[in-house]
């Protein structure tokens, strides 16, 4: 390990899928993110975009190379262990909200808390409360999902990801579902969480004028990176 | 567990309908389990305890068990010839040596025994012929072994003395003819003896083979209407602990040779058909049970194909298998937990309904009304089943649940 061990790191990633024909979703992926470091990963449809997230993100496993987080080796871990960094350490946000429907705004925001169990219950309910204090959304803390806009939903769900004080965001086509203006926001936000915390981000998306608001762009072709 | 417990209790309050449908369900299964488990039980050890009551504990017979083996196949065991038409020897009827017999058994503490001679009897009253079961009694040793007297609705055992040619008619005998205490019946015996006789007392044991075919005289006169002096055919036993009936009976057959038969053994067909009952009552239970487990498989699969995109959040969120697993058998779990309690209210009620009910029943047995058994071990037995079939009913779904693939969750939403 370097000294300045790197957030996240994907070593030769590779992804098939098995079958009679396989099909390669990602090949021979070399990749550092930094802390404080906000990367947008582009190409068009198919190229292996959000199957570079998932490998990164330890939602899915590779079929070779290896993802280490925080300078830890994640390859020959359990599902349970993975399931146990994707809880402290890596936040998603994805181009749906997947906000529980049947909870309000706060409780949503909650659940990874409370999962962790790090946190007495008012504990929680006070991180989760500032999480969308600082969101703006104090005021709709109370509400059910469906009662709020698209784009205050996904801020409600930049929050939850937050929930764990992650070091590392992934975020798949988070404005995939936004008007410009609130597209325009959210990575204005996620270039904050990069630059004023020191979160490591990556997010998939296909504009590349969104893209250009990151700190740096991976071009992906048939789940190659290409300069 | 607090977490998984709010997303599964927030899933059923969302689904409320089907919630409540299979909650019903479970509900009734269990109700119906602790009513007719209460009915059942309740007629079955009413029975029981009658038949310990009324009837002897053991009644050795004049029979024996096997066929005794004749001369001739004693004679010739390896024989090459086959024999038929082989005419057995004709054995004397009766108990050999039943004053030893008698004598050793009463030595024995706890026990009470009365002999017997017991064998048919044509009544003729009225223009009205009944075939009757006659047993010949001998009172001061009966009442000690039978509650005949205590089932006497009129008349006492002594009148058996004081009246000459008495006799004593289950209630059922009498209504059939019409016949009243101090009527004067004939009766013919098959041997061909005709006696008048005078019936000195009517009882009911309100077990009703017994009401309806069995009638008591003095010993001496059944010896009288079979022509076979100072014979008797049957020895009855009571004990003071009925628990050693099988025990003593089967001591007493093997030092004696006569059949011995234990209360069990002779009410064999009743308590067999106990046995089939119960298969019949614990089938139809357990099959309102699995219906119920149907409904909470349907509500619970709904709710995990419904939730499919929640299952990939949570799971992408850091929730193991065994978290969504939990959450989904916590759904089972609850609704088992809810349903069971409602199942017993509505249980006790029903019970409580049943046991209003006033009617004349008669089966094996007469009765007023259903005779009711109220135990917790229903109550236990009924939680048990409905919750365990209720998680049972769950796992699958929940299984369902926990094997989801994040990935194709969220990719396919995308």
């Known amino acids: 390990m370097t000294s300045s061990a790197p957030r996240v ?23 550092v993110v930094e802390p404080g470091e906000f990367v947008a990963v582009t190409g068009p449809s198919g190229s292996g975009k959000s199957s570079l997230l998932y490998l990164l993100g330890l939602l899915d496993a590779p079929t070779g190379g290896s993802v280490l987080i925080q300078g830890e080796e994640t390859s020959g871990l359990s599902p349970d262990q993975w399931a146990a960094i994707r809880l402290a350490r890596i936040g998603f946000v994805f181009q749906f909200h997947f906000l529980l429907p049947e909870f309000s705004c706060l409780a949503n925001v909650e659940i990874p ?100 608001l990151a700190d740096r762009r991976i071009h992906l072709v048939d789940g190659r990176i290409v300069p | 567990m607090a977490l998984a417990l709010d997303i599964a209790l927030r899933h059923l309050l969302h689904r409320r309908r089907q919630t409540l449908v299979s909650l019903l369900g479970v509900s009734l299964g269990v109700a119906f389990f602790i009513g007719i ?33 004749q001369p001739v196949e004693t004679a010739y065991p390896d024989g090459a010839v086959a024999l038929r038409g082989l ?20 030595e024995t503490p706890g026990v009470h025994v009365a002999p017997a001679l017991s064998g048919n009897l044509l009544l003729r009253y009225g223009g009205k012929d009944l ?47 019409g016949i009243r205490s101090g009527d004067l019946i004939s009766a013919v015996s098959p041997t061909g003896v005709l006696l008048k006789m005078k019936v000195v007392g009517i009882f009911r044991s309100n077990i009703t083979l017994m009401d309806n075919f069995e009638v008591y005289v003095l010993l001496k006169k059944a010896q009288v209407l079979a022509n ?100 989904f058998l916590l759904e089972g779990l609850i609704v088992g937990l809810l349903g069971t309690v409602i199942g017993w209210a509505m249980g006790w009620g029903l019970i409580e309904f049943m046991a209003s009910l006033k009617f004349d029943m008669e089966g094996f047995i007469k009765s007023q009304g259903l005779i009711l058994y109220r135990t917790p071990r229903h109550y236990a037995l009924s939680a048990a089943m409905a919750i365990l079939s209720s998680t049972l009913a769950a796992w699958v779904p929940a299984r369902r649940a926990s094997k989801l693939n994040p990935v194709d969750i969220v990719r396919g939403a995308g």
Request: glycine share 6%.
């Open chain 1, 9 to 31: 790191e994907a070593r030769t990633l590779t992804r098939e899928l098995p079958g009679p024909v396989p099909v390669t979703l990602v090949r021979d992926i070399d990749l």
């Open chain 1, 113 to 212: 808390i409370r999962r962790l169990g790090r946190l007495s219950t008012a504990q929680a309910r006070e991180r989760a409360a500032m999480l969308l204090d600082s969101m703006e959304l104090a005021d709709h803390a109370g509400k059910l999902p469906e009662q709020l806009s698209g784009g205050q939903r996904q801020r409600v769900a930049i929050a939850r990801a937050l929930a764990n004080d992650p070091p590392l965001i992934l975020a798949d086509e988070p404005t995939g579902n936004l008007d410009t203006r609130t597209a325009h926001m959210v990575f204005d936000l996620f270039g904050k969480l990069a630059r004023e915390q020191g979160r490591s981000i990556v997010v998939v998306t296909h504009d590349s004028d969104l893209a250009q």
């Open chain 2, 37 to 69: 488990s209460s009915m059942m039980q309740g007629f079955q050890r009413d029975f029981v305890a009658r038949i310990i009551d009324v009837q002897p504990h053991i009644i050795v017979k004049d029979e024996v068990r096997t066929a005794p083996r």
């Open chain 2, 87 to 106: 005419k057995p020897r004709e054995e004397v009827r009766g108990i050999r040596g039943a004053r030893n017999m008698l004598a050793g058994l009463e």
């Open chain 2, 131 to 177: 075939s009757v079961n006659v047993t010949g009694i001998d009172p001061p040793r009966e009442r000690k072994v039978t509650h005949i007297e205590k089932d006497l609705l009129s008349g006492t055992l002594d009148a058996l003395y004081t009246t000459s040619n008495g006799i004593i008619l289950g209630e059922g005998v009498a209504a059939k003819a």
């Open chain 2, 228 to 327: 076979r002096p100072n014979v008797i055919n049957r020895i009855n036993i009571r004990l003071d602990d009925v628990e050693d009936a099988s025990p003593l009976a089967a001591r007493i057959e093997r030092q004696y040779g006569y059949r011995s038969e234990p209360w069990q053994e002779q009410s064999r067909n009743v308590l067999g058909i106990f046995v089939i009952q119960n298969v019949i009552m614990y089938s139809s239970v357990s099959a309102i049970l699995i219906v119920a487990c149907f409904g909470i498989f349907n509500v619970i699969s709904t709710v995990v194909f419904e939730k499919t995109r929640d299952i990939g959040i949570l799971k992408s969120m850091g929730f193991r298998d065994k978290d969504i697993r939990h959450v």
